[in-house]
């Protein structure tokens, strides 16, 4: 990164934090303001207090919503930064087919195991069975 670029990079750095420090203010004022109102309303209801109530609400939407869609800008933006630097598309669908591959088939229906075919292979006798079902004492070996 050449000289013009660092300062560019930095100048819009400074830009974002000092923007995204401003719609923080704001959300946080709104805030403020709407739990006044809020706290009025519960010590003594008028129905003045209702469309102020409103509108501070609709301002404390308005301001999480242009936080959201900043928070979903900069995931995008690291999203890309990290995904440029996978070299090429190819290894990303590599690497997406081979974690798809692990996922294995959804079926609507699971066939249940056909115990018929199971008994006519090795079959534990009971006292095997409870034998494998028994507790198990450390340092005791027969």
């Known amino acids: 990164m050449g000289k013009g670029e660092a300062t560019k990079t930095f100048v819009l750095k400074e830009l974002n934090l000092r923007e995204f420090k401003t ?16 706290e009025e309303v519960t ?8 469309p102020q109530e409103k509108s501070l609400l609709q ?24 995904a440029t630097r996978l070299h090429d598309l190819k290894e990303i669908e590599e690497i997406v087919s081979f974690y798809q591959s692990l996922m294995g088939v959804s079926q609507s229906n699971l066939p249940a195991v056909d115990r018929r075919i199971t ?6 006798l009971h006292q095997q069975q409870l034998d494998l079902c028994a507790e198990i004492m450390l340092g005791v070996f027969p």
Not at 25 to 38: F, L, P, S, Y
Not at 119 to 124: F, I, S, T
């Open 119 to 124: 008994n006519q292979g090795p079959v534990l």
């Open 59 to 82: 301002n404390l939407e308005k301001w999480s919503s242009i936080e959201e869609n900043i928070l979903r800008q900069k995931s995008r933006a690291i999203l890309i930064k990290h």
């Open 43 to 50: 010590k003594q209801y008028t129905n003045a207090l209702i």
């Open 23 to 38: 719609v923080k203010g704001n959300i946080d004022k709104a805030r403020m303001e709407w739990r006044i109102v809020q």
